[in-house]
Each structure stands twice: as structure tokens, then as C-alpha cells.
């Protein structure tokens, strides 16, 4: 059917309750993302994420403006969240998030699930371009978090230059 996954395992150096807290702060979101991809958030229903929250974003990719709205279907505090795409030119958009505590830090598992339409295009756009795109923006997204988390805990900076991905890239189609 075209299903395709996107999970990645990173360690960051912060305890789960500050990790967890600014990936669901909606006021720090936008600044983990690249600049050019023009990310906007044009609503949202409060500062933290939670369950039944939602956010209508705007950004562009590959010169064309997109429009959706990220909608929270799950959330336990500093276990797990996780958000649906609904009204977006994807017919299918799944991102979890699970935080566990380890020595000196926090893993987050990162799991997105999604589809193109166009079932043939979709899975070779996907193949030749777009999981290496996502690739890309997550571990950009994940350096800038960790600079950040480090910069208000100056102890953990000193381990680790940057987060250590612990597993890369997966696809599977569906």
C-alpha cells in the first residue's frame, strides 16, 4: 500500500522531563527547524502539547506552500506523544515520540509513518528523495535540541559533541 517508516533512537544527555518538555513547548518548536523550509505556526491550542491539541502549520518544500494541521492523539507525559496530519495533501501522517531514561540522559524514539498519494511515484519519491529529506531535517532538528539542552546544563555538554543517533533510517512499504 505504499506505507512507508521513518524511526530513528537518539540519546540526549538531559533528564526525560526537560527533553520531554521542549519537544511538546510549541513557543520553542519552529526554532529546531531550518529556516528555509519556512515553517509557521498559524494556530494553536495552547503553549505545551496534550492530548486533543492541535496546530495548523504552514512551510514550504520544493517550492510549493503546504498546509496542514497537526493533531495530538496520544500523550503521556514524559513517556510518549504522538500527532496525526488531518487536512493535509498526505493521505497519511503518524509521528510518536517515546522518552525512556538512561544513565546520564534520555533516548527518544522517534517513529513516523506516512504515505504519498500517487502509489507508484509516491514510494519511489519517497526512495529517491524524501527519506533522506527527513533524514536530514530530524538530525538537524536534533543537533539544534541538543545545543540547546546543553546550553542550560553545561555538564552534559562535555560528553557528547552532539546526539548519538542509535539507529538510522527505516522503509518499509506496506
Not at 500500500?1 to 519552529?30: R, W
Not at 520544493?62 to 510518549?80: D, E, K, M, P
Not at 533516548?107 to 527527513?134: M, Q, S
Not at 539544534?144 to 522503509?171: D, M, W
Request: net charge positive; glycine share 6%.
Amino acid at each position: 500500500m505504499g506505507l512507508c517508516v521513518y524511526s530513528e533512537k537518539i540519546d540526549f544527555g538531559s533528564p526525560v522531563e526537560k527533553v520531554f518538555k521542549s519537544l511538546t513547548d510549541t513557543d520553542f518548536l519552529l526554532s529546531l527547524f531550518p529556516t528555509s523550509l519556512g515553517f509557521k505556526l498559524q494556530k494553536r491550542s495552547g503553549r505545551y502539547l496534550g492530548t486533543g491539541c492541535s496546530l495548523s502549520f504552514e512551510a514550504r518544500f520544493l517550492g510549493l506552500t503546504l498546509r496542514w494541521i497537526s493533531y495530538v492523539n496520544s500523550f503521556s507525559a514524559n513517556r510518549h506523544f504522538s500527532y496525526i496530519w488531518q487536512k493535509s495533501v498526505l493521505p497519511c501522517w503518524e509521528h510518536d515520540f517515546y522518552f525512556e531514561p538512561i544513565p546520564g540522559g534520555t533516548r527518544v524514539t522517534e517513529c513516523i509513518l506516512y504515505r504519498f498519494p500517487a502509489r507508484g511515484f509516491g514510494t519511489c519519491f519517497n526512495v529517491l528523495f524524501f527519506r533522506r529529506f527527513l533524514r536530514q531535517i530530524y538530525r538537524n532538528r536534533n543537533e539544534k535540541l541538543f545545543r540547546e539542552l546543553s546550553r542550560h546544563n553545561p555538564a552534559h555538554a562535555t560528553k557528547a559533541a552532539q546526539p548519538r543517533p542509535i539507529s538510522g533510517v527505516r522503509q518499509r512499504n506496506f
